[in-house]
């Protein structure tokens, strides 16, 4: 299986930026999608920003033009860049990946343990 663990979380004011990461390992053939979700109590997980492997990514309305996703394909990490964060980012910030283990074999998805972002003044 595919193991993931973030890191970046943590607690800022609003207007300043967070940087969070996510690795991926174990044995892996290949990363086809790598995205970050965002959940609060009482809310549905929502996708915050995805990225395929050709680079394609695709944001959530509420963080267009303040986060951006990028992928370092030969680490195997996904990133996600908070700038202008507001209190109402604050929420778990969960990993996502689809990955193949063999080269012709099936995708299969692995979310990570979450990582807590606050913004709070």
């Known amino acids: 299986q595919v193991q993931l663990v973030e890191s970046g979380g943590g607690l800022v004011q609003p207007g300043k930026s967070l940087r969070l990461s996510c690795a991926a390992s174990?044995?892996?053939?290949?990363?086809?999608?790598m995205g970050w979700y965002r959940q609060t109590p009482g809310k549905q997980r929502e996708l915050v920003a995805a990225?395929?492997?050709?680079?394609?990514?695709n944001y959530a309305d509420s963080v267009k033009g303040r986060f951006t996703i990028s992928r370092d394909n030969a680490k195997n990490t996904v990133y996600l860049q908070m700038n202008s964060l507001k209190p109402e980012d604050t929420a778990v910030y969960y990993c996502?990946?689809?990955?193949?283990?063999?080269?012709?074999?099936?995708?299969?998805?692995?979310w990570g343990q979450g990582t807590q972002v606050t913004v709070s003044s």
């Open positions: 990225i395929t492997s050709g680079g394609s990514t």
């Open positions: 174990g044995s892996i053939f290949s990363i086809e999608h």
């Open positions: 996502n990946t689809e990955a193949r283990y063999t080269a012709y074999g099936p995708v299969f998805r692995s």
